[in-house]
């Protein structure tokens, strides 16, 4: 029986071999995701994923950097280590991040809490990038209802330049603030 040693990076990539869904996958392609690879891995199973790898600082970073595949940019900020993600390393990972879905999970798993987001959120959302702004709104969800008229202002700003990546998220933004607004005046 053949037994072979398998590096992390080629673990990983054997898993999401394992769980491609080529449904999902062409789906995707065909709505004009940005990756080369796409084995068409939900959340859930990257999620456990993460889970059966650990933590590890190089493996994270050798994901990130293998952006032609959609999942090991989506994996990346799973298995970094918070404790070590400095805010230099999360302003290079949104303005190198080539999808949207890459940014939400960046947010989602790895920088949601982080001291830093805030202040990072601040910087991020008056720069000239698109990627650079939606990261900024997608981490301002997570400071709400705190901040909520400063927010506010930045989201409709935001929805006033009728970019194609932000106009969803800072909409999404308003109408989450509306709702807490009402919420707290009745």
Known sequence: MDKREFNPMQAVKHRFFALRNGAIADAMRRQGAPYKI???????????????????EDLAQQLWENSSTRESMLLAPMVYPREKFSVDKAKSWIRSAVSAEAVDVLCLKLLRGMEYAPALADEL???????????????????????????????LAEASRESALTASIARQL??????????SES
């Open 125 to 155: 959302i008056l720069s000239d990038r698109d990627m650079d702004r939606y990261g900024a709104l997608r981490m301002m969800f997570n400071m709400l209802p705190s901040k909520i008229a400063e927010i506010k202002s930045y989201a």
């Open 174 to 183: 308003l109408e989450e603030i509306s709702f807490l607004e009402e919420d």
């Open 38 to 56: 796409i084995f068409g891995v939900n959340l859930p199973q990257l999620t456990a994923i993460a889970k059966e790898t650990g933590q590890s």
